[in-house]
């Protein structure tokens, strides 16, 4: 016999709660049906409290990588006719990964304990995000947890994959960068003054770009130290205040009007927001609450603070395509196809379709940034460079011509 924990509201629209000692949920439940009792939550005291006293529960840590992976096998043993728990249990005998073993072995004691999978996983929020949870409660409400999981998987593996292509498109301008720099350091801060000095020339007399080199060649020499802690205060201040922080709406709104990066982003999010909402509509979720929880899927606080207001107009009567036009964030094509859906009834499939067409412009703006940011990098670098030996040749020929007057 298990215990559990639930929360009715009896005919009287009184709210009730109390503890139940049943064989499983389903009995659990059919014992209050009987005391005419309408059920809002009910959960499995023992489970609950054994997971509380696990040690390092909530220190489980599971990547986007794995979680896709998880999400795909899972979604593959439904399809192939396994129970849920058989699924997982052959599962977590099958995998390598340790946490991923110990969440399996959570969730399938969860489960033989008479709670949902959805419930389950909601005792996970590091894990599980509130739109992968509300897409499983959908799929066991319609009895397709099978082929949500696939179209979970889907997204999943399609997010990865931009971000993949994002992170790998970041190396070669990163390296560039700190190479750079790093050359200029030494250049402005070693060379130049060595060289300088083998002229014998008064400071003074020579051209402005070559006191400028030597100004800020023996500022980083004699005050490195200031300028590392002043750099370090800097990346902390931005992440605190901006990253992390009050800024962070203002940062993202300014990320959206970078040439070609902010169309980027901006078609990255329209992709995630569309198919996210397309697959729970699809599903038979309302409009208020698929928004909800595709709002949690945008990354952009800018388009997030967009999409609130967006939820409290279709509260108010409003059709979804306006808000979305007005906050001046969104994409023309998704607002157009979402209007295309609401007028013809097929919303699913217009921003399912919406999210497949902002994808592929994604991977063509990503082509481009990363064409494009090398060469911006190159110039930037070569007029520095250039800057430097314009110096340096102005000095040699000073030193030259007060060599022939003298």
Known sequence: MATFVYKAVDLSGREVSGELEAPDRTAALRELARQDACVTRIDAKSQRAALSETPGSNRLRIGSKQLAILTRQLATSLEAGLTLMHALDVMQQELHHRPSRELLGRLAG?????????????????IFSPLYIRMVRVGETGGMLDTMLGQ?????????DLRDRVRTASIYPS??????LASVV???AVIVPRIIESLGTDTMLLPLPTRIMMGAGDFVRDWWYLLLAAVATGVFAFR?????????PRWDRFKLRVPIWGRLIAQTESSRFARSMGILVRGGVTITEALAAAKETVQNAAMRQAMESVAASIQSGESIARPLQRSGLF????????????????????????????EAEARVTLDRVVTILPVLMILALAGIIGFIVAGLVLAIVEFQTVGVGG
């Open 152 to 160: 979970l998987a889907e997204m999943l593996e399609r997010q990865n």
């Open 240 to 248: 605190h205040w901006v990253l992390q922080g009050p800024g962070r």
């Open 110 to 126: 969860d489960v033989q304990h008479g709670r949902s999978l959805s419930d389950a996983m909601n005792e996970h929020p590091r």
């Open 186 to 188: 030494i250049i402005v």
């Open 175 to 180: 390296i560039l960068l700190l190479v750079g």
């Open 331 to 358: 994409r023309p094509l998704l607002i157009q196809m979402v209007r295309i859906g609401e007028n013809t009834g097929r919303l699913h499939e217009m921003l399912l379709k919406a999210a497949d067409i902002h």
